[in-house]
């Protein structure tokens, strides 16, 4: 039952059995039930993008044990679907991946101009993510130098830039319907060097 519903049915004996409200949960979470990851399964529960970011973590070579293993999943998660989005439902991380969907070079602030200091600090954090991810990456010049421009505040900003492999994640997460320019750019890599 609806709240239109339940307001409109008479009696007061009536219980409030709302639908929970639909959150955007990324492709790679949707199936996956993190309390039941070990480090024995997660090659079993996990998706191959997940399994290749947690792997390094798990022994021999890592020292994850499954509650860390768990509470990892739960900050990846926490990046990939935390929204402040009261719209679309986005989360920050599918924001910048939209944003930066044209892979040109550009800055938190020129893609996201109206959201304040605090906000963009959190913005910065999840680009910081992505760059892990191999999604995004820091501008450079020819001679391996960060390229910055001056931003808002009057302070030198990073330059981002999106990687193919961002446009994989909308694709398979279903956003590609909020990318303006739908066909993949190839990647620039003379004016681009991986940090």
Known sequence: MNFVDWCLTEGNENIAQLEPAKKYKSYRFKKL?????????????????LITQVEMFIPPSGSFETPDLRRYLELIQSYETSTNDMVLGLSLADQIRIAF????????CDRFPDI???????YRCVAEYLLRQEELIKVRDCNGKLVKKIGNAGKPVVLYRGLPKLYETLKNSDL???VKNDKPQTENSKQ????
Do not use: C, G, Q
């Open 101 to 108: 969907s044209d892979m040109k070079a550009a800055t938190i």
């Open 116 to 122: 304040d200091l605090n906000s963009k600090r959190r």
């Open 33 to 49: 039930d993190i309390p039941s990851v070990t480090v024995n399964n997660y090659r079993e529960k996990l998706v191959p993008s």
């Open 192 to 195: 681009a060097i991986k940090s």
């Open 176 to 178: 590609l319907k909020f």
